[in-house]
């Protein structure tokens, strides 16, 4: 009998210009979560309290590129993370936030704080602080190399589920016709 | 006495009559190619390329390459799917397909083929083209950031509708559809829903308005079966 205790994973995920729905979604798994966490520890992710990313074997990535934080935080995680996910319509292809590239990063910003309707004291933020925006959102695959992608707005709990427990087994991932869908 | 002749799709044996393609064939024996410019009613177009196959070696389009006797016809090959995958994520990334706010999802035939083929990721960086909605139609919009240059609607208008409406202009990457009226505009046009050229777009860019997101989740055409099993969005919109 082998008694060796099985080093488990190690598992970061962060939210770039996401709206945390993926994230939500993968707490749909449910219970099945208990099991997860017997093949995973979780490393920095919204979940826990880590504030900076350690080595980890997996990253998923929820959201698209939007800001300088965003492009920082996206290359920490793929240096730190040898398998790296885009989970996700906004990761995989900028999705719904990337409806601003129709339009001019400036146009965008005088709306939301200078012309918009009920605003006082007008003015575009510009404290240090606050991180840039890019003047168009992206798809992580333009900023880092990625290995995986998971479809979905967001990805079902099932999806993510197969997803997981295929790659934990070291299995070729395939789905079923009803797992996969873009919106 | 005219006998049939075979070719073979696959390694199925596919009867076919002299002049016919091997997607007209392949069809009526009821074996599905992936396809999106082709439509049954109209003369093959050739542009989406989503319907190569490899026949005796080569790769053609089924719909404009006509079938031959004996032809060895390979359409579900691994190569042959990667390849369909590739040609899909250049359409994808060429326009702004957010399928999370469009209407058409479930039932569009660009994002059902996609599924077929399993493509999971773009791959390719995307364009994120920035051409103007237009909307002056009271009964269609036509969003040209999800124009897949089909001409489904150029062939329809012209040769069923007899309205000449829509035609593409301009030349590589900066080809478009165009509306023939005074403005350019679709709303100042002789264009009208009951054309045969409203119903056939088979993506989300000619899109009847009042109509979105009135079938549920789970219950749209392409929700629980693949375009394989379920057949073509026009063919659907019409039984």
Known sequence: MDTRVRPKLRVATTSLAGCFGCHMSLLDIDERLIDLVELVELDRTPLTDIKTIGDCDLGLIEGGVGNAENVEVLRTFRHHCKVLVAVGACAVNGGIPAMRNSFALSDCLEEAYIDGVGLYNQGIPNDPELPLLLSQVHPIHEVVKVDYFLPGCPPSADAIWTFLTELLAGKPIGFPYTQIHYD | MAEHSTFRL?????????????????????AYI????????????????????????????????????????????????????????MLFVEGNHVCPACE????????????????????????????????SHPDVILDYNRCI?????????????????????????????????????????RFAITDKAAHVCPVGAILPRRGGYRVPIGERLYDRAPISRVGDVAANEEA
């Open chain 2, 10 to 30: 696959d390694g199925r044996p596919i009867p076919f009559a002299p002049g016919q393609t091997i997607m007209d064939a392949a069809l009526a024996a009821g």
């Open chain 2, 34 to 89: 992936p396809h999106l410019c082709h439509h049954p009613e109209f003369a093959p177009h050739g542009s989406c390329r989503v319907c190569v196959v490899c026949a005796d070696g080569r790769e053609v389009s089924a719909c404009t390459a006509p079938a031959a006797k004996d032809m060895e016809v390979e359409s579900q090959s691994e190569s042959i799917r990667a390849l369909r995958v590739s040609i899909l994520q």
């Open chain 2, 104 to 135: 058409k999802s479930g039932a569009c035939q660009l994002q059902a083929v996609a599924y077929d083929c399993g493509m999971l990721e773009p791959h390719f960086t995307h364009f994120f083209p920035r051409r103007a909605v237009d909307a």
């Open chain 2, 149 to 189: 240059l089909c001409e489904l609607c150029v062939r329809a208008s012209r040769d069923q509708d007899g309205k000449r409406v829509f035609a593409i202009s301009g030349r590589g990457i900066g080809s478009r559809l165009i509306v023939d009226s005074p403005t350019g505009r679709l709303g100042d046009s």
